[in-house]
């Protein structure tokens, strides 16, 4: 079965601090890799792609290892509005669908 | 702006009962899903419709039913609710060849 794992946390960070995490995943065919971000009883939104050279936006940036199987997103400069749960998906390369992971749950504290 | 509407926030069914969950997108997409979303689980996908009157199974299909009359709308059908079924039920939609998916802000049901 193809899968996504996450460390489900949560991460308890204070505000300014850096954090990362990390996910990996099962199927070495896949081609598409993001991160979704999901505040507390609200709908998934695409935070950003992972390309195979990283990509950065903001205080964001997310890696891709491709030999290793695992995507990592590390936020700088941590601001509460960032508590949320952070959502690892990768493409099913067979099809246009998604393999979700759990979500690693981080909290910003004051 | 992108936009997907689901019918109902919440949602309290009784244990037998036929429910209908409807997601209308405004975007023209071509692709439209269902997922149900469970404590320490992932997304889990019940159906997608690549295209009108086209439904393909997902994992997790059964107890559930969908129709895809028109581009824009698409329902997802419990044809007997069993308290199994409660859970929070997304609705996303996405272009043709791509993976982004847009959400609908979800229902979350409650079988009793």
């Known amino acids: 079965r193809k899968e996504v794992e996450q460390d489900p946390g949560p991460f308890n960070v204070p505000e300014g601090a850096t954090v990362a995490f990390n996910c990996t995943y099962s199927?070495?065919?896949?081609?598409?890799f993001f991160w979704y971000r999901q505040d507390c009883r609200k709908e998934p939104k695409l935070l950003m792609s992972?390309?195979?050279?990283?990509n950065e936006d903001g205080r964001f940036t997310a890696q891709l290892n491709r030999a290793s199987q695992y995507i990592s997103l590390l936020i700088r400069d941590s601001k509460l509005s960032d508590s949320a749960t952070y959502l690892c998906?990768?493409?099913?390369?067979?099809?246009?669908?998604?393999?979700w992971g759990a979500g690693t749950k981080l909290i910003i504290k004051p | 702006d992108v936009k997907v509407t689901q019918s109902s926030r919440y949602l309290v069914k009784r244990t037998g009962e036929k429910v209908f969950l409807e997601c209308v997108q405004d975007?023209?997409?071509?692709?439209m899903f269902w997922y149900r979303q469970d404590p320490g689980l992932g997304l889990r996908l019940i159906y997608f419709?690549?295209?009108?009157?086209?439904?393909e199974k997902g994992d997790i299909p059964e107890g559930y039913s969908v129709s895809r009359e028109k581009k824009e709308r698409f329902s997802l059908i419990l044809e007997s609710a069993s308290t199994n079924q409660t859970s929070m039920y997304l609705c996303?939609?996405?272009?043709?060849?791509?993976?982004?998916?847009?959400f609908g802000p979800g229902t979350r049901l409650t079988v009793t």
């Open positions: 992972v390309y195979s050279s990283g």
């Open positions: 419709s690549y295209d009108v009157k086209m439904k």
């Open positions: 998906v990768v493409n099913d390369e067979s099809n246009y669908q998604l393999i």
């Open positions: 199927n070495s065919a896949s081609q598409s």
């Open positions: 975007m023209d997409h071509e692709n």
């Open positions: 996303a939609s996405s272009l043709a060849i791509t993976y982004e998916q847009y």
